[in-house]
């Protein structure tokens, strides 16, 4: 199993950065690629990016391309998500996905592909 909890979520003005942790633990020495995913009051939850295990693969959906940025740290099984030049509709609260994989090189930005949750944290973008 993985367990995944996120961190770095608040109040940010427009315009500003915050980077999002998302810390594994579990099997953690397997192959998981995880997703970052949000959920606005009233929408559905939207993919948001994600990375493979191997950082070979990495997607974004089409509003943050260019101001967010995904990466990892497997020494310290933590994923991170780097948002920068924030707008108001990136409030949400973001959820970060975990599952294994048997390939190193492929993850998903459907919330259907993934097994392992962590609790969300919010991110609130206002002036």
């Known amino acids: 199993q993985l367990q995944l909890v996120e961190s770095g979520g608040g109040l940010v003005q427009p315009g500003g950065s915050l980077r999002l942790s998302c810390a594994a633990s579990?099997?953690?020495?397997?192959?998981?690629?995880v997703g970052w995913f949000r959920q606005a009051p009233g929408k559905e939850r939207e993919g948001v990016s994600c990375?493979?295990?191997?950082?070979?693969?990495?997607n974004y959906v089409d509003s943050v391309k260019g101001r967010f940025t995904v990466s990892r740290d497997n020494a310290k099984n933590t994923v991170y998500l780097q948002m920068n030049s924030l707008k108001p509709e990136d409030t949400a609260i973001y959820y970060c996905?975990?599952?294994?994989?048997?390939?190193?090189?492929?993850?998903?930005?459907?919330?259907?592909?993934?097994?392992?949750w962590g609790q969300g944290t919010q991110v609130t973008v206002s002036s």
């Open positions: 996905a975990g599952t294994f994989t048997t390939v190193q090189a492929v993850c998903a930005m459907y919330p259907e592909w993934y097994t392992y």
């Open positions: 579990g099997f953690t020495g397997a192959y998981y690629a």
């Open positions: 990375i493979s295990s191997s950082e070979n693969s990495t």
